[in-house]
Protein backbone atom coordinates (compact mmCIF):
# COMPACT_ATOMS: atom_id res chain seq x y z
CA UNK A 1 0.00 0.00 0.00
CA UNK A 2 1.33 3.37 -0.92
CA UNK A 3 0.07 6.73 0.85
CA UNK A 4 1.40 8.92 -2.02
CA UNK A 5 1.61 7.10 -5.22
CA UNK A 6 2.44 8.31 -8.66
CA UNK A 7 0.26 8.28 -11.71
CA UNK A 8 1.28 4.98 -13.56
CA UNK A 9 3.73 5.93 -16.22
CA UNK A 10 5.44 8.35 -14.11
CA UNK A 11 9.46 8.25 -14.89
CA UNK A 12 11.83 7.05 -12.01
CA UNK A 13 15.64 7.84 -12.89
CA UNK A 14 18.94 9.19 -11.66
CA UNK A 15 20.97 11.43 -13.32
CA UNK A 16 25.12 11.67 -13.64
CA UNK A 17 27.35 14.40 -16.04
CA UNK A 18 30.31 13.23 -18.21
CA UNK A 19 32.54 15.06 -16.75
CA UNK A 20 31.68 14.28 -12.89
CA UNK A 21 31.87 10.10 -13.62
CA UNK A 22 33.69 9.12 -16.70
CA UNK A 23 37.53 9.74 -16.20
CA UNK A 24 39.49 8.59 -19.05
CA UNK A 25 40.24 11.96 -19.77
CA UNK A 26 43.15 11.65 -22.18
CA UNK A 27 41.87 7.86 -23.57
CA UNK A 28 40.34 7.11 -27.28
CA UNK A 29 40.95 10.14 -28.41
CA UNK A 30 39.21 12.82 -26.03
CA UNK A 31 39.94 16.69 -26.21
CA UNK A 32 40.56 18.66 -23.32
CA UNK A 33 37.30 20.69 -22.13
CA UNK A 34 37.80 23.65 -19.78
CA UNK A 35 36.79 21.60 -16.93
CA UNK A 36 40.39 19.89 -17.44
CA UNK A 37 41.84 23.02 -18.07
CA UNK A 38 40.29 24.10 -14.87
CA UNK A 39 41.06 21.95 -12.47
CA UNK A 40 44.56 23.10 -13.31
CA UNK A 41 44.42 26.38 -11.94
CA UNK A 42 45.53 26.77 -8.41
CA UNK A 43 43.10 26.87 -5.77
CA UNK A 44 40.07 26.29 -8.70
CA UNK A 45 38.95 23.02 -7.49
CA UNK A 46 39.20 22.06 -3.59
CA UNK A 47 42.09 19.75 -2.70
CA UNK A 48 43.36 19.64 -6.68
CA UNK A 49 41.12 17.51 -7.41
CA UNK A 50 40.16 16.61 -11.15
CA UNK A 51 37.68 14.31 -13.22
CA UNK A 52 40.86 12.75 -14.97
CA UNK A 53 39.47 8.93 -13.50
CA UNK A 54 36.71 10.34 -11.33
CA UNK A 55 34.56 6.97 -10.72
CA UNK A 56 35.94 5.54 -13.81
CA UNK A 57 32.60 5.01 -15.82
CA UNK A 58 34.25 5.23 -18.88
CA UNK A 59 35.50 1.80 -18.15
CA UNK A 60 32.67 0.31 -15.82
CA UNK A 61 29.28 1.62 -17.60
CA UNK A 62 28.18 -1.80 -18.09
CA UNK A 63 28.52 -2.48 -14.33
CA UNK A 64 26.62 0.53 -13.65
CA UNK A 65 24.09 -0.30 -15.90
CA UNK A 66 23.48 -3.43 -14.23
CA UNK A 67 23.40 -1.61 -11.19
CA UNK A 68 20.85 0.55 -12.74
CA UNK A 69 18.71 -2.24 -13.21
CA UNK A 70 19.53 -3.61 -10.47
CA UNK A 71 17.77 -0.90 -8.39
CA UNK A 72 14.82 -0.92 -11.14
CA UNK A 73 15.44 2.56 -12.86
CA UNK A 74 13.07 2.89 -15.52
CA UNK A 75 15.63 5.28 -16.95
CA UNK A 76 19.16 7.30 -16.65
CA UNK A 77 19.90 10.72 -17.11
CA UNK A 78 23.50 10.64 -18.59
CA UNK A 79 25.19 13.69 -20.42
CA UNK A 80 27.85 13.25 -23.36
CA UNK A 81 31.06 14.84 -23.48
CA UNK A 82 31.17 16.99 -26.41
CA UNK A 83 35.09 17.07 -26.37
CA UNK A 84 35.09 13.06 -26.28
CA UNK A 85 32.86 12.93 -29.36
CA UNK A 86 34.51 16.15 -31.15
CA UNK A 87 37.66 16.90 -29.65
CA UNK A 88 38.87 20.09 -31.49
CA UNK A 89 34.85 20.94 -31.09
CA UNK A 90 33.74 20.86 -34.78
CA UNK A 91 34.88 19.06 -37.78
CA UNK A 92 36.33 15.91 -37.34
CA UNK A 93 34.54 13.12 -35.37
CA UNK A 94 36.25 10.85 -32.82
CA UNK A 95 34.88 7.59 -34.33
CA UNK A 96 35.75 6.04 -30.38
CA UNK A 97 34.03 8.77 -28.47
CA UNK A 98 30.99 8.52 -30.41
CA UNK A 99 30.63 4.48 -30.06
CA UNK A 100 31.27 4.39 -26.12
CA UNK A 101 27.98 6.44 -26.12
CA UNK A 102 27.14 3.69 -28.72
CA UNK A 103 27.51 1.19 -26.85
CA UNK A 104 26.44 2.91 -23.47
CA UNK A 105 22.73 3.45 -25.11
CA UNK A 106 22.25 -0.19 -26.26
CA UNK A 107 23.21 -1.43 -22.64
CA UNK A 108 20.89 0.58 -21.51
CA UNK A 109 17.97 -0.35 -24.07
CA UNK A 110 19.32 -4.29 -22.98
CA UNK A 111 18.63 -3.65 -19.35
CA UNK A 112 15.11 -1.97 -19.82
CA UNK A 113 16.52 1.35 -18.82
CA UNK A 114 15.86 4.18 -20.88
CA UNK A 115 18.37 6.67 -22.32
CA UNK A 116 17.98 10.46 -20.99
CA UNK A 117 21.29 12.25 -22.55
CA UNK A 118 21.95 15.38 -22.04
CA UNK A 119 24.14 16.93 -24.59
CA UNK A 120 25.82 20.04 -22.90
CA UNK A 121 26.97 19.45 -18.82
CA UNK A 122 29.49 22.05 -18.96
CA UNK A 123 32.34 20.63 -20.73
CA UNK A 124 32.98 22.66 -23.67
CA UNK A 125 35.85 21.92 -25.57
CA UNK A 126 38.97 24.10 -24.48
CA UNK A 127 39.58 24.59 -28.63
CA UNK A 128 36.09 26.76 -28.88
CA UNK A 129 36.96 28.72 -25.24
CA UNK A 130 40.21 29.47 -26.85
CA UNK A 131 37.84 30.97 -29.55
CA UNK A 132 36.17 33.17 -26.95
CA UNK A 133 33.49 30.64 -25.90
CA UNK A 134 30.28 30.99 -24.54
CA UNK A 135 29.86 34.80 -24.90
CA UNK A 136 30.94 34.48 -28.52
CA UNK A 137 28.11 33.49 -31.01
CA UNK A 138 29.69 31.11 -33.22
CA UNK A 139 29.69 28.89 -30.19
CA UNK A 140 25.86 28.72 -30.39
CA UNK A 141 26.55 27.67 -33.62
CA UNK A 142 29.09 24.72 -32.97
CA UNK A 143 26.92 23.49 -30.31
CA UNK A 144 23.77 23.18 -32.73
CA UNK A 145 26.28 21.24 -34.81
CA UNK A 146 27.36 18.91 -32.21
CA UNK A 147 24.28 18.14 -31.36
CA UNK A 148 22.60 17.16 -34.65
CA UNK A 149 26.13 15.07 -35.13
CA UNK A 150 25.23 12.84 -32.43
CA UNK A 151 21.14 13.15 -32.73
CA UNK A 152 21.92 11.62 -36.02
CA UNK A 153 24.13 8.75 -34.56
CA UNK A 154 21.50 7.87 -31.62
CA UNK A 155 17.77 9.06 -32.77
CA UNK A 156 16.94 6.42 -33.80
CA UNK A 157 17.06 4.62 -30.36
CA UNK A 158 17.32 7.67 -27.62
CA UNK A 159 13.56 9.12 -27.82
CA UNK A 160 14.74 12.09 -25.03
CA UNK A 161 17.18 14.68 -25.31
CA UNK A 162 18.01 17.57 -23.18
CA UNK A 163 20.21 20.40 -24.66
CA UNK A 164 21.76 22.39 -22.12
CA UNK A 165 22.37 21.90 -18.55
CA UNK A 166 21.62 24.87 -16.02
CA UNK A 167 22.63 27.80 -18.25
CA UNK A 168 22.31 29.84 -15.23
CA UNK A 169 25.51 27.90 -13.48
CA UNK A 170 27.86 27.96 -16.90
CA UNK A 171 26.98 31.50 -17.55
CA UNK A 172 27.04 32.91 -13.95
CA UNK A 173 29.31 30.52 -12.05
CA UNK A 174 31.52 30.18 -14.89
CA UNK A 175 32.09 33.97 -16.66
CA UNK A 176 30.65 35.67 -13.87
CA UNK A 177 31.82 34.87 -10.43
CA UNK A 178 34.55 32.40 -11.90
CA UNK A 179 33.59 30.01 -9.91
CA UNK A 180 33.25 27.34 -12.29
CA UNK A 181 35.23 26.78 -15.69
CA UNK A 182 36.62 28.66 -17.07
CA UNK A 183 36.44 31.00 -14.63
CA UNK A 184 36.38 34.16 -16.12
CA UNK A 185 34.96 37.17 -13.75
CA UNK A 186 33.25 39.27 -16.61
CA UNK A 187 29.79 40.49 -15.73
CA UNK A 188 28.92 41.40 -19.99
CA UNK A 189 30.20 37.98 -21.31
CA UNK A 190 28.17 36.42 -18.64
CA UNK A 191 24.84 37.82 -19.94
CA UNK A 192 26.14 36.90 -23.54
CA UNK A 193 26.76 33.27 -22.42
CA UNK A 194 23.31 33.43 -21.15
CA UNK A 195 21.78 34.35 -24.36
CA UNK A 196 24.45 31.89 -26.38
CA UNK A 197 23.32 28.87 -24.52
CA UNK A 198 19.90 29.43 -25.07
CA UNK A 199 20.26 30.45 -28.68
CA UNK A 200 22.76 26.97 -28.95
CA UNK A 201 19.65 24.99 -27.30
CA UNK A 202 16.76 26.59 -29.95
CA UNK A 203 19.48 26.37 -32.98
CA UNK A 204 20.22 22.18 -31.99
CA UNK A 205 16.04 21.64 -31.34
CA UNK A 206 15.72 22.56 -34.84
CA UNK A 207 18.14 20.49 -36.57
CA UNK A 208 17.37 17.65 -34.43
CA UNK A 209 13.92 18.06 -34.60
CA UNK A 210 14.59 17.97 -38.46
CA UNK A 211 16.16 15.07 -38.36
CA UNK A 212 13.35 13.07 -36.21
CA UNK A 213 10.49 15.39 -35.59
CA UNK A 214 9.21 12.39 -33.36
CA UNK A 215 11.95 12.65 -30.84
CA UNK A 216 11.54 15.06 -27.43
CA UNK A 217 13.78 17.78 -26.84
CA UNK A 218 14.06 20.35 -23.91
CA UNK A 219 16.61 22.02 -22.15
CA UNK A 220 17.26 21.81 -18.02
CA UNK A 221 17.08 24.08 -15.76
CA UNK A 222 17.85 24.85 -12.42
CA UNK A 223 15.21 26.91 -10.76
CA UNK A 224 15.08 28.26 -6.89
CA UNK A 225 12.18 29.52 -4.97
CA UNK A 226 12.95 33.04 -3.86
CA UNK A 227 11.36 35.33 -0.59
CA UNK A 228 12.04 38.48 0.26
CA UNK A 229 13.77 38.31 4.31
CA UNK A 230 11.40 40.69 5.25
CA UNK A 231 7.99 42.69 3.67
CA UNK A 232 10.63 45.57 3.42
CA UNK A 233 10.72 47.29 -0.27
CA UNK A 234 14.49 46.52 -0.64
CA UNK A 235 13.90 42.55 0.12
CA UNK A 236 10.80 42.63 -1.65
CA UNK A 237 13.07 44.10 -5.21
CA UNK A 238 15.96 42.05 -4.16
CA UNK A 239 14.06 38.81 -4.59
CA UNK A 240 12.40 40.10 -7.84
CA UNK A 241 16.18 40.92 -8.89
CA UNK A 242 17.44 37.24 -8.25
CA UNK A 243 13.90 35.44 -9.34
CA UNK A 244 15.21 37.66 -12.54
CA UNK A 245 18.51 36.36 -12.81
CA UNK A 246 17.49 32.94 -11.83
CA UNK A 247 15.02 31.92 -13.06
CA UNK A 248 12.59 33.87 -15.68
CA UNK A 249 16.08 35.23 -17.65
CA UNK A 250 15.63 32.05 -18.77
CA UNK A 251 12.27 30.97 -18.67
CA UNK A 252 10.60 33.93 -20.42
CA UNK A 253 13.23 33.51 -23.52
CA UNK A 254 12.84 29.31 -23.69
CA UNK A 255 9.16 29.68 -22.88
CA UNK A 256 7.54 32.68 -23.75
CA UNK A 257 10.05 34.36 -26.81
CA UNK A 258 10.42 37.42 -24.68
CA UNK A 259 13.71 38.51 -22.22
CA UNK A 260 12.04 39.76 -18.92
CA UNK A 261 11.93 44.04 -19.27
CA UNK A 262 12.99 44.09 -15.34
CA UNK A 263 16.08 41.84 -15.73
CA UNK A 264 17.18 44.05 -19.06
CA UNK A 265 16.81 47.20 -16.96
CA UNK A 266 18.64 45.59 -14.21
CA UNK A 267 21.59 44.71 -16.21
CA UNK A 268 21.20 47.94 -18.82
CA UNK A 269 24.48 49.23 -17.42
CA UNK A 270 26.51 45.92 -19.60
CA UNK A 271 25.36 47.18 -23.02
CA UNK A 272 23.22 43.46 -23.30
CA UNK A 273 20.61 44.04 -26.20
CA UNK A 274 20.09 40.61 -27.77
CA UNK A 275 18.94 40.87 -31.44
CA UNK A 276 14.78 39.93 -31.51
CA UNK A 277 15.23 37.57 -34.10
CA UNK A 278 17.00 35.32 -32.03
CA UNK A 279 14.24 34.91 -29.72
CA UNK A 280 12.28 33.55 -32.17
CA UNK A 281 14.89 30.36 -31.93
CA UNK A 282 15.28 30.18 -28.43
CA UNK A 283 11.24 29.51 -27.91
CA UNK A 284 11.21 26.23 -29.51
CA UNK A 285 7.89 24.66 -28.57
CA UNK A 286 9.66 22.34 -26.84
CA UNK A 287 8.22 18.62 -25.66
CA UNK A 288 9.89 18.94 -22.04
CA UNK A 289 11.38 21.25 -19.10
CA UNK A 290 13.96 19.17 -17.09
CA UNK A 291 13.86 21.48 -13.74
CA UNK A 292 16.85 20.88 -11.83
CA UNK A 293 16.03 21.74 -8.21
CA UNK A 294 17.74 22.37 -4.52
CA UNK A 295 16.61 25.02 -2.42
CA UNK A 296 15.40 28.37 -1.75
CA UNK A 297 16.99 31.61 -1.90
CA UNK A 298 15.80 34.10 0.99
CA UNK A 299 17.31 37.39 0.27
CA UNK A 300 17.83 41.00 1.99
CA UNK A 301 18.24 44.45 -0.44
CA UNK A 302 19.15 46.24 2.77
CA UNK A 303 22.58 46.55 3.50
CA UNK A 304 23.88 43.82 5.93
CA UNK A 305 26.68 44.19 8.82
CA UNK A 306 30.39 42.66 8.23
CA UNK A 307 30.07 39.52 9.47
CA UNK A 308 26.77 38.98 7.45
CA UNK A 309 28.82 40.15 4.26
CA UNK A 310 31.37 37.40 5.32
CA UNK A 311 29.37 34.60 5.36
CA UNK A 312 27.69 35.13 1.93
CA UNK A 313 27.64 31.82 -0.09
CA UNK A 314 28.68 34.36 -3.08
CA UNK A 315 31.13 36.10 -1.52
CA UNK A 316 34.45 37.72 -3.04
CA UNK A 317 32.81 37.32 -7.40
CA UNK A 318 28.83 38.12 -7.49
CA UNK A 319 27.23 36.23 -9.77
CA UNK A 320 24.67 37.93 -9.39
CA UNK A 321 25.29 40.77 -12.90
CA UNK A 322 23.84 44.24 -11.95
CA UNK A 323 22.52 42.76 -8.59
CA UNK A 324 25.76 42.75 -6.63
CA UNK A 325 24.05 44.45 -3.45
CA UNK A 326 22.04 41.44 -2.64
CA UNK A 327 22.64 39.90 0.46
CA UNK A 328 21.51 35.98 0.88
CA UNK A 329 20.41 35.36 4.19
CA UNK A 330 20.41 32.10 6.09
CA UNK A 331 16.63 31.39 7.44
CA UNK A 332 17.68 28.87 10.32
CA UNK A 333 16.29 26.09 8.34
CA UNK A 334 18.20 22.82 8.09
CA UNK A 335 20.85 22.42 5.82
CA UNK A 336 22.48 19.79 3.33
CA UNK A 337 26.23 18.89 3.51
CA UNK A 338 26.67 21.58 0.89
CA UNK A 339 24.97 24.28 3.39
CA UNK A 340 21.91 24.60 1.20
CA UNK A 341 18.73 25.13 3.25
CA UNK A 342 16.22 22.11 2.91
CA UNK A 343 12.85 23.45 1.62
CA UNK A 344 10.76 20.79 0.00
CA UNK A 345 7.51 23.10 -0.77
CA UNK A 346 9.97 25.56 -2.45
CA UNK A 347 10.16 22.64 -5.12
CA UNK A 348 5.66 22.88 -5.10
CA UNK A 349 6.02 26.69 -5.33
CA UNK A 350 8.60 26.44 -8.52
CA UNK A 351 6.11 23.60 -9.85
CA UNK A 352 2.79 25.50 -9.44
CA UNK A 353 4.26 28.29 -10.31
CA UNK A 354 5.57 26.70 -13.95
CA UNK A 355 1.98 25.68 -14.49
CA UNK A 356 0.41 28.61 -13.30
CA UNK A 357 2.65 31.60 -14.88
CA UNK A 358 3.99 29.93 -18.06
CA UNK A 359 2.35 27.79 -21.68
CA UNK A 360 2.03 24.32 -20.47
CA UNK A 361 4.63 21.85 -21.25
CA UNK A 362 5.61 18.50 -19.69
CA UNK A 363 7.74 18.57 -16.83
CA UNK A 364 10.22 16.52 -15.15
CA UNK A 365 12.49 16.88 -12.44
CA UNK A 366 16.00 16.73 -13.58
CA UNK A 367 17.68 16.97 -10.68
CA UNK A 368 17.14 16.53 -6.99
CA UNK A 369 19.43 15.61 -4.46
CA UNK A 370 21.51 16.17 -1.26
CA UNK A 371 25.41 15.96 -0.62
CA UNK A 372 27.46 15.45 2.56
CA UNK A 373 30.64 14.60 3.53
CA UNK A 374 30.14 10.62 4.25
CA UNK A 375 32.51 7.49 4.66
CA UNK A 376 30.75 4.03 5.12
CA UNK A 377 30.65 1.83 8.23
CA UNK A 378 32.95 -0.89 8.65
CA UNK A 379 30.90 -2.93 6.50
CA UNK A 380 31.16 -0.95 3.76
CA UNK A 381 27.38 0.59 3.37
CA UNK A 382 26.49 4.35 4.26
CA UNK A 383 23.23 4.67 6.49
CA UNK A 384 22.02 8.19 4.72
CA UNK A 385 18.72 8.68 6.57
CA UNK A 386 19.29 12.36 6.07
CA UNK A 387 19.28 11.82 2.21
CA UNK A 388 16.63 9.67 2.23
CA UNK A 389 14.28 12.01 4.35
CA UNK A 390 15.80 14.86 1.66
CA UNK A 391 14.15 12.78 -1.01
CA UNK A 392 11.29 11.48 0.65
CA UNK A 393 9.96 15.21 1.55
CA UNK A 394 11.19 16.71 -1.94
CA UNK A 395 9.14 13.21 -3.97
CA UNK A 396 6.21 14.21 -1.19
CA UNK A 397 5.93 17.54 -2.78
CA UNK A 398 5.95 16.41 -6.08
CA UNK A 399 3.27 14.29 -5.48
CA UNK A 400 1.27 17.46 -4.17
CA UNK A 401 2.22 19.51 -7.36
CA UNK A 402 0.56 16.49 -9.20
CA UNK A 403 -2.37 16.56 -7.25
CA UNK A 404 -2.52 20.48 -7.93
CA UNK A 405 -2.48 19.60 -12.06
CA UNK A 406 1.00 19.94 -12.29
CA UNK A 407 2.28 17.99 -15.33
CA UNK A 408 5.42 16.61 -13.48
CA UNK A 409 6.27 13.29 -15.66
CA UNK A 410 9.45 11.84 -13.81
CA UNK A 411 11.51 12.62 -11.19
CA UNK A 412 15.52 12.14 -11.61
CA UNK A 413 17.58 11.62 -8.54
CA UNK A 414 21.00 14.26 -8.05
CA UNK A 415 22.77 11.23 -8.62
CA UNK A 416 23.61 7.57 -9.15
CA UNK A 417 26.72 7.73 -8.02
CA UNK A 418 29.49 9.56 -5.93
CA UNK A 419 31.60 11.44 -7.94
CA UNK A 420 33.33 14.40 -8.92
CA UNK A 421 31.20 17.51 -7.23
CA UNK A 422 33.11 20.35 -8.96
CA UNK A 423 34.93 23.41 -7.15
CA UNK A 424 34.09 20.71 -4.72
CA UNK A 425 36.50 18.04 -5.66
CA UNK A 426 35.40 14.38 -4.29
CA UNK A 427 34.67 16.26 -1.11
CA UNK A 428 31.06 16.11 -1.22
CA UNK A 429 29.21 13.00 -2.17
CA UNK A 430 25.58 12.99 -3.90
CA UNK A 431 24.99 9.31 -5.00
CA UNK A 432 22.77 6.80 -4.12
CA UNK A 433 25.82 4.50 -4.53
CA UNK A 434 29.02 5.04 -2.54
CA UNK A 435 32.17 5.13 -4.56
CA UNK A 436 35.16 4.09 -2.74
CA UNK A 437 37.42 6.32 -5.16
CA UNK A 438 40.56 3.96 -4.42
CA UNK A 439 39.07 0.93 -5.65
CA UNK A 440 36.15 2.35 -7.21
CA UNK A 441 34.29 -0.14 -5.74
CA UNK A 442 30.33 0.75 -6.15
CA UNK A 443 27.91 -0.02 -2.65
CA UNK A 444 24.49 0.86 -2.70
CA UNK A 445 23.74 2.78 0.08
CA UNK A 446 20.40 3.03 2.21
CA UNK A 447 19.26 5.64 0.12
CA UNK A 448 19.47 3.30 -3.31
CA UNK A 449 17.45 -0.01 -1.27
CA UNK A 450 14.80 3.00 -0.51
CA UNK A 451 14.66 4.15 -3.66
CA UNK A 452 13.99 0.65 -5.24
CA UNK A 453 11.32 0.28 -3.00
CA UNK A 454 9.51 3.53 -4.24
CA UNK A 455 10.57 2.81 -7.87
CA UNK A 456 9.11 -0.93 -6.97
CA UNK A 457 5.83 0.30 -5.16
CA UNK A 458 5.58 3.44 -7.60
CA UNK A 459 5.30 6.28 -4.80
CA UNK A 460 5.92 6.61 -1.01
C1 LIG B 1 24.14 21.04 -10.26
N1 LIG B 1 25.15 26.72 -7.21
O1 LIG B 1 25.18 21.92 -9.97
C2 LIG B 1 24.67 20.23 -11.44
O2 LIG B 1 23.80 20.09 -12.52
C3 LIG B 1 25.30 18.95 -11.05
O3 LIG B 1 26.27 18.61 -12.01
C4 LIG B 1 25.84 19.06 -9.65
O4 LIG B 1 26.64 17.96 -9.29
C5 LIG B 1 24.65 19.22 -8.73
O5 LIG B 1 23.85 20.33 -9.12
C6 LIG B 1 25.01 19.39 -7.27
O6 LIG B 1 25.77 20.53 -7.07
C7 LIG B 1 25.08 23.10 -9.24
O7 LIG B 1 26.22 27.09 -6.64
C8 LIG B 1 26.28 23.62 -8.76
O8 LIG B 1 24.11 27.43 -7.19
C9 LIG B 1 26.30 24.82 -8.10
C10 LIG B 1 25.11 25.51 -7.90
C11 LIG B 1 23.91 25.00 -8.38
C12 LIG B 1 23.91 23.78 -9.05
Redesign the pocket.
Known sequence: MTSYGFPAGFGWGAAT?AY?VEGAAAEDGRGPSIWDDFCRVPGAVLNGDTGDVAVDHYHRAAEDVALMAGLGLDRYRFSISWPRVLPEGAGRVNQAGLDFYRRLVDELLAAGVEPWPTLY?WDLPSVLEDAGGWPERETAHRFADYAALVHEALGDRVRHWTTV??PW?TAF?GYASGEHAPGRREPAAALWSAHHLMLGHGLAVEAMRAQRPDNRFGAAV?LYAVAPETGHADDVDAARRVDGMQNRLFLDPLLTGRYPEDVLADVAAHGFAPKDSDLAVIAQPLDQLGV?Y?SRHTVSGRPGTAAQAASSPFSAHSPWVGSEHVRFVPTGRPVTGMGWEIDEDGLHEVLTRLHREYPAVPLYIT?NGA?YEEDPGGDGTVHDSERIAYLEAHLKACHRAIADGVPLRGYFV??LLDNF??AWGYGKR?GLVHVDYGTQRRVPKDSARWYAGVIERGGL
Open positions: AQHNECLNNYEGWSEWF
